[in-house]
């Protein structure tokens, strides 16, 4: 009808917003959510739609989309299969730029009807010039405009932009990211990708200005021959860092079930992802721990070399069996640089030949001292500390002090890094009780605030990491 | 001098304790632990040593071990290296069982003057008939008898016996496992191993009536062929999970600078352990996974067929292939099996084909007929059921009503156990605030406490059940 198709653009940033299923007896509903979400964003056209209701949580509510006076841009929606294509002749009478479909219950449920209603629907937002995102999905969080889907989450937008097929990724990545330091450009939730796919999303986010990382989690592939040159052009431009779901046969059927993708053969993906210099990840968590390396390594290191220092011998020990076993590399310490570490380590209890680990490494004046003798290693691209957060409950009290310990250790890591031009790696472990956890949150967010890498355990940094550097490496050969 | 040397179960049980180096001034010294966590556990015969002072934290100080009038089995030291030989002339003199020694700086430290120290060291304690533990450890946690040396855990003792060489991993596992309700016989960290070793060790817990499972920390072996012996025959008797440190060459040369330990070839020692049934794992993490899985799981799963339930695409089709790469198996369900599903669950947003997911799977109801239908499904062995926490702070409030969800949650699931005689594995996924935390330990206790098995991710379950499957197998052909 328009013409022209609205760009992500226009629909990353629209005037009003409808709600049709809103429901003020249901708090759990979708619809509901997305109301109480975009009202504490502070956006201001909202436009909750039920024909039961004439005002919802202090809103005006409307019988129907068209007896909205204002511009509705944005719809979402979370209403029956079956009610969806009525809605959407009104979406085209509206002169609506997108429709967010939460609803599901379309083609992965295995029910032909249910397939063709969706080709229906894709017919019906062709003819009324409007997108459709979704269904099955959780939609949209772009803080920069408000429209934010789901809320707890600080308005800040930040450089990462994440494209996910599953709604819970969607939520996971950003709640369990944010902590860590990750912010985000644009995040969307595209299920079954009836209109909107991965390969349009990673076409967007690989020209989007506001965009320096993309992240995806992909079931599956609409058109490969169009994500191939997506993929490409988004992995020549930016960092890619991609998780796939569906890679056994188990996987691949509930990867059908859940979003109706049908997924490639992992072999392919898998030599896809190492010619283009994309980084794959195998779960949401590495997701999170490798956009915080590429985020906040300053700089990113420039080799396998790495230098461990903490506190635990146990953990030392298998950090460098991880590090080994993910490429990276502990080069020993000559006996001269160890001989300099005695001066500023004690004897009795310490590993100096790297993983260099001593209780006195709890102290400020410890770290910088021993990163200045570590700093002039050669063959050292980086250093990762770490410190376990089970003492605290050990015996009687914390063995770290950590009122007097996180700001001189900010000040101790961020004079080394500035020192050296090497980055220094955080692994925090976090304890298992919520006292131990006050402080554990407490001295995470004073690392990130700092802007340091802080990851949860050196396992993962060791995984992390070693995907990273292969990642570099690859691309400045 | 006694003729005989003390068994274990006698250092296990002293009748009086002597902690040599205790300083009021220093709050955080190990003998001053010591002493603080025998108080708190209501040790009643506690003999605090220092030259300089008379009484320390309201007990009784005294200048010397002889000057001590009661009897005396055990003495814990934390003096410097070069004072130990002389007061292992003390303890014979004093006629003591046992000496645990923390000080570190011995063999490990790679002076040769100090590994002839520790040689001297055992010359004393055999010809005074006492046993060495250490040095280079942090030594004995036997919550029946009050001996423990570090605090904040309950006194309730359990099945599981824990010898480890790492003082930091004595510590890491029952301080994280304690709240997943494993509970500890006994924990021995030995660290160097100069006198009481891991052959002994081991020999002891597959003897030792108060243990039914035997859980290992090893970095080195002192002697081949023993260690076979022993490990041959505890593997035989009970299950054995053994987490083998220093298995590359950063880690070999880790673990020599942590406990002088010479590791041995991994090939020989993966080798041993699939030849003898003895459970290995990678990280004290996946231990206590293991452990949870042996001490929770009602019955052991007689079969690699898993059916997982829970809320999130996302993570069910994460679970499927973590599942499957591990070795466990998710049996497709029939059409009539999905039909029987589809009366109990929602069509929209549910998968139907296992894993069983929909955001119904809240509620107690919609898993007790969930579980009622897969229950009949001959060729699933065990329930996964999940659940993240991450949703307590996404739209404003709680997915999960917690307060209501809990106790009707565990009734269902021990409901369920009981009528279907398969054994139900829980997934928690931790938030990443503490307000979640707080509800996520509140659940945690609450499913623990009534006898369930709990992990805290998918990965975990899959890698753990993997493990405990096919050693269950293995045993039983």
């Known amino acids: 009808m328009e013409g022209r198709e609205p760009t992500l ?17 249901d708090e759990w509903s979708f619809p509901t959510k997305v109301v109480h979400s975009l009202k504490e964003a502070g956006f201001t056209a909202i436009y909750p739609v039920n024909p039961k209701y004439t005002e919802v949580f202090g809103l005006r509510c409307y019988p129907s989309l068209r007896a909205i006076p204002g511009i509705v841009d944005h719809v979402v929606v979370g209403i029956p299969a079956e009610s969806i294509l009525a809605l959407l002749d009104d979406c085209a009478t509206k002169g609506v730029k997108s429709v967010n479909i939460f609803t ?12 063709e209603l969706e080709s229906a629907m894709l017919s019906k937002a062709r003819a009324g010039g409007f997108r459709i995102i979704g269904p099955n999905c959780v939609g949209l969080f772009v803080p920069k405009t408000h429209l934010v889907n789901w809320t707890r989450l600080p308005l800040e937008p930040g450089p990462i932009g994440f494209l996910s097929q599953s709604g819970g990724n969607a939520l996971d990545l950003p709640y369990h990211g944010v902590p860590r330091g990750l912010h985000f450009s ?12 991965e390969s349009e999303l990673l076409q967007y986010f690989s020209q989007d200005p506001e965009t320096e990382i993309i992240a995806a989690y992909i079931e599956g592939v609409k058109d490969g021959r169009r994500f191939l040159g997506a993929l490409k052009e988004a992995s020549f431009r930016k960092p890619v860092v991609i998780y796939k779901g569906g890679t056994t046969e188990a996987g691949r059927r509930a990867a059908y079930g859940h979003t109706a993708s049908l ?20 779960d949401i968590e590495e997701m999170i721990d490798v956009l915080v390396a590429l985020r906040f390594a300053r700089p990113l290191p420039q080799g396998t070399g790495v230098a461990i220092l903490g506190v635990g011998g146990g953990p030392s020990v298998l950090a460098s069996d991880e590090m080994e076993k993910g490429g990276l590399h502990l080069p020993p310490l000559s006996p001269e640089v160890q001989g300099e570490l005695r001066q500023v380590l004690p004897l009795a209890g310490a590993i100096l030949s790297n993983p260099v ?13 021993t990163l200045r003798v570590l700093g002039k290693v050669p063959d050292i691209h980086m250093f990762i500390y770490h410190l376990g957060f089970h003492p605290v409950s050990c015996w009687g009290d914390s063995l770290v002090p950590l009122e007097t310990f996180i700001q001189p250790a900010v000040d101790a890591f961020t004079q080394a890094q500035q020192a050296t031009g090497k980055p220094i790696l955080l692994a925090l472990r976090p304890p298992p009780d919520l006292d131990g956890m006050k402080l554990f949150f407490a001295a995470q967010k ?12 050196l396992q993962q940094v060791a995984r992390a990491m070693a995907r990273v550097v292969a990642w570099y490496q690859a691309r400045h050969p």
Do not use: M, W
């Not at 072999?267 to 283009?276: G, I, N, S």
């Open 104 to 115: 599901a219950g379309f083609r992965e449920s295995g029910y032909k009807e249910r397939a």
């Open 263 to 282: 997924t490639s053969s992992v072999a392919v993906f898998d030599a896809l992802c190492r010619q283009l210099k994309t980084i794959q990840v195998d």
């Open 186 to 197: 644009k995040v969307v939730s595209y299920g079954n990708a009836l209109d909107v796919d």
């Open 9 to 25: 653009d226009e629909i990353f940033s629209p005037r009003g917003v409808a709600i049709v299923g809103v429901s003020p007896r």
């Open 357 to 369: 680990d001593a209780t006195t490494l709890q102290s400020p004046e410890a770290i910088s001292a």
């Open 446 to 457: 004073a690392f990130v605030g700092a802007g340091f890498p802080v990851f949860h355990s």
